[in-house]
């Protein structure tokens, strides 16, 4: 029979972008001196139909490509669109090619370090998984860190008090995912499809799916989920569950916190904010 092969369709050399993109695009250090090289396969990295292309596929990932030059290294690799983000951590000697602009070599570890709080994830797989949420196709809205408030998920009760558990013994969470976001800030959420921008403000309020990172941590903390518009929140305030935080996770992420008392919170509503990365390093190395 025909052996089948991990052939490659696309071949992109992404340079910094700010507009249309995804986060990975437009970190201001990942993002330029093209160092990210956008590979697409013929057929899909995942399933029993493309089993051998998956093989050949790893085994040419594990040494990195060699490309204009420099030594790219896998950062990222969605599997169902069979597509791999390389990275460039190094310029090979004597290979620099013309119209190719020089960079700093980093290390896969520093890059991972600059991206996201991604050391803390204690399986390989879930940080995989992780990092793809970093080139999901999204518009750029840039919110004051310091009106990002975080509060604990909200679990479900049943008539006589008593948590509601579901069929893993755990409780059920009813805000899972789900995050609040200030009315005012609905008139600078363009109209998006598919992480194009379809016009220029949407119709009227709208739930609105985020993939972020707040910069406050020590190192940056990866956001993922819902927002909906409440009134009772001021300006661009945004309220984040800690079910939506996906980076790092929630036992390290907690030590990074410190009570907030806004003044518009009612009574009652615990809300967190981030300490300084020099608290939060303390609180860490005295847990």
């Known amino acids: ?20 993109s995804n986060m990975l695009l437009r970190d201001s250090v990942v993002g330029a001196h093209a160092r990210l090289l956008q590979v697409t396969m013929m057929q899909p990295l995942r399933g029993e139909a493309s089993r051998q292309a998956q093989a050949t596929a790893e085994r040419a990932l594990k040494a990195g490509v060699v490309f204009a030059g420099r030594l790219y290294e896998p950062l ?17 000697a004597n290979e620099q090619c013309d119209g190719v ?15 996201g709080a991604f050391r803390y994830i204690p399986s390989m797989d879930k940080m995989l998984n992780r990092l793809q949420l970093l080139t ?9 860190p310091d009106d990002v408030y975080y509060v604990d998920d909200l679990e479900g009760r049943n008539p006589d008090g008593s948590p509601s558990l579901g069929a893993d013994a755990k409780p059920i969470i009813m805000t899972d995912g789900n995050g609040l976001f200030g009315s005012e800030l609905v008139s600078q959420v363009p109209l998006v499809h598919h992480g194009v921008k379809a016009g220029d403000k949407v119709p009227g309020p709208s739930i609105m799916q985020v993939r972020a990172r707040d910069p406050r941590g020590q190192m940056h903390i990866i956001i993922k989920g819902t927002l909906t518009p409440c009134g009772y929140l001021p300006g661009s305030t945004v309220v984040i569950p800690m079910s939506m935080v996906k980076c790092p996770p929630a036992e390290v992420f907690r ?14 509503y615990k809300l967190f904010t981030v300490k300084r990365p020099a608290a939060a390093a303390a609180a860490a190395a005295a847990a």
């Open 255 to 268: 030590l990074w916190l410190q009570p907030a008392y806004p003044g518009w919170a009612q009574p009652g």
């Open 101 to 115: 602009p020089a960079f700093e070599p980093l290390s896969l570890e520093a890059i991972l370090d600059r991206l």
């Open 1 to 20: 029979g025909s052996r089948r092969r991990a052939e490659v369709r696309e071949v992109h050399l992404h340079r910094l972008s700010s507009a249309l």
């Open 76 to 92: 990222v690799v969605k599997h169902d669109e069979a597509v791999v983000w390389f990275v460039a951590t190094k310029t090979l």
């Open 136 to 144: 999901t196709p999204t518009i750029p809205l840039l919110v004051p």
